[in-house]
């Protein structure tokens, strides 16, 4: 199980980084999510999907800390992001803050539900399954967000600041070298 886990890290670092929008807060959510999965051993079954057990784990300790974090404010005027901001040079690059900022319009379950199936590679059972719907409601969620973000894009609606979508742009980037490399 060890070896596993340890293989499974690209995939879980990579949709950390997808739900949070920010690396160390991705790299928390993986590290309490290795941590759990050790001392839950048991509780796997041997022969199911180590994968989308690990996903389980990491999707609730995501929305357990969002609802502790619900009242917290942190950088609510974009002070500290714009000092972070790095423009991108390549016209490829301003596509990608603008699907990533199109992606932050998303409500979480879409965002998640997409992350799942479209980045993740997981199938819709396996999505249903993590996140502990019927298939349906994920192929549906799938189909919203598809019509949500393809709606943004093509300009009816406004896009969030771009500060957001440089910060994220950087960690899904390391993310998905991560997963491919």
């Known amino acids: 199980m060890k070896n596993e886990l340890v293989e499974a890290l690209p995939m879980l670092r ?5 739900l949070s929008g920010n690396r160390d807060r991705a790299d928390d959510l993986v590290q309490e ?27 609730n ?9 619900r009242r917290e404010v942190e950088d609510a005027e974009g ?18 803050d603008d ?13 998640e539900a997409l992350v799942l199936i479209g980045a993740s590679g997981f199938s819709y059972e396996e999505a249903a399954e993590i996140c502990q719907v019927r298939v349906g409601t994920v192929k549906s969620r799938v189909s919203r967000a598809r019509a949500r973000l393809e709606e943004v894009m093509s300009g ?6 771009v500060e957001t979508a440089q910060r994220s742009a950087r960690e899904i980037e390391r993310a998905l070298a991560a997963r491919s490399g």
Do not use: C
Request: hydrophobic letters at 40%; aromatic letters at 8%; charged letters at 20%.
């Open 14 to 18: 990579a949709f950390a980084r997808s």
């Open 99 to 111: 699907f990533l900022r199109a992606m932050q319009l998303l409500p979480d379950e879409q965002r």
């Open 79 to 96: 002070v500290h992001a714009a000092r972070l901001a790095d423009l991108g040079a390549q016209q490829s690059h301003l596509e990608l």
């Open 61 to 69: 300790q995501y929305y357990s800390e969002g609802r502790k974090r």
């Open 156 to 161: 009816g609606v406004p896009l969030p600041p």
């Open 33 to 59: 999510t290795v941590m759990r999965a050790l001392a839950n051993r048991d509780k796997f079954q041997p022969g199911t999907n180590l994968h989308a057990w690990l996903v389980t784990i990491l999707r």
